[in-house]
């Protein structure tokens, strides 16, 4: 009976073990995701304050980012338009895919919204 009784919490033993082992592999997968699909910089790229989404922006105000973006960095295989107006209208620049512009020219300091187009 002894030996049934300690069978038993060694397999508890060991699914904890393997439950932690799992939970840790997910935490890891997801670190590496860190880098989003487009970062907008204040200055040139690498330099300066930065912004980063993954996701389409309407309004770059709501994050502090409003007409700051001066160099744009896609970091994912879609083509991505940056606005000078709010809710993706006005002027506009494509970027992408996998592409960094150090000098956005016209828009510099105008981008206000942002979205992925394919
Ligand atoms: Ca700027």
Known sequence: MLTKKFTVLAVLIASSIAGFAIHHT?????SSQTVQDVTLWDDQIGKGASFDTSKAVADLSKFGFNNKASAIQVNNGQKWRFYAGKNFTGEY???GPDEAVGNIGRLNNRISSLKAIR
């Open 93 to 95: 620049i494509d970027v």
């Open 26 to 30: 997910t935490v890891s997968a997801e």
